[in-house]
């Protein structure tokens, strides 16, 4: 089964540390996209980074980093200086052929002033 | 990043009537797009795969002749919850995929209350 595992329900982090959140994933595909998604209260989604499967290299967005280990088959995103805006759920996906695009739980991330 | 719209972003709909959703990808075509529910403090659920110019692919326990799914071109996929029961309140999101980059992006969203 195709699956994401988010095993953080809720995160909090003090106003301009650093915070990691955990994602895990299982497919038995060799060639897919990893994304991590944040949704805000207005319950927009956007996409914060996206990470090819084929690349080595982690991914990285400004203050927002991912460690990116394929034969694990993990992909945490790192939040650095956390701001007050950044409090959202997040979601972990990936997508396979451009048809299968499967989400985790999500984690719900508090900053603290 | 590209740009995805959904409308409208709230309606309010009497119980036993239709309404339809749209979902435009403004500058990119989507040759497949989803459809998510989304209930409170819950993750998204995957309700139906769109592609353009064929049948969608509907998810288990997702009934078809209830959640009408249409795309009948490469910047269009819409939604129309037939014969609506308050219990099929909820929000409604589209994403589509930007082939050419592999990147899903999102629609704002839509919230139904059905009365």
């Known amino acids: 089964a195709q699956t994401v595992t988010q095993s953080q329900p809720e995160m909090s982090v003090q106003e301009a540390e650093t915070v990691t959140l955990s994602c895990t994933y299982d497919?038995?595909?060799?060639?897919?996209?990893l994304f991590w998604y944040k949704q805000p209260p207005s319950r927009q989604m956007i996409l914060v980074i996206r990470?090819?499967?084929?690349?080595?290299q982690n991914a990285t967005e400004n203050r927002f980093s991912v460690n990116f280990q394929k034969a694990a088959k993990s992909f945490s995103l790192k939040i650095s200086d956390s701001q007050l805006g950044d409090a959202a759920m997040y979601f972990c996906a990936y997508l396979i052929n451009g048809q299968n695009f499967v989400f985790g739980p999500g984690t719900r991330l508090s900053v603290l002033p | 990043g590209a740009v995805v719209s959904q409308h409208p972003s709230w309606v309010i709909c009497k119980s036993g009537t239709s309404v339809k959703i749209e979902c435009r990808s403004l500058d990119f075509q989507a040759t497949t797009m989803f459809w998510y529910r989304q209930f409170p403090k819950q993750s998204l659920m995957l309700m139906a795969t769109s592609n353009e110019g064929s049948k969608a692919t509907y998810e288990q326990g997702v009934e078809k002749d209830k959640f009408l799914i249409n795309h009948a071109s490469l910047t269009l996929s819409t939604l129309t919850v037939t014969s609506a029961h308050p219990e099929d309140s909820s929000f409604y999101i589209c994403?589509?995929?930007?082939?050419?980059?592999?990147?899903?992006?999102f629609g704002e969203g839509s919230w139904l209350t059905v009365v």
């Open positions: 497919t038995s595909e060799s060639d897919y996209y």
């Open positions: 994403s589509a995929d930007t082939q050419a980059r592999n990147t899903i992006y």
């Open positions: 990470q090819e499967a084929y690349k080595q």
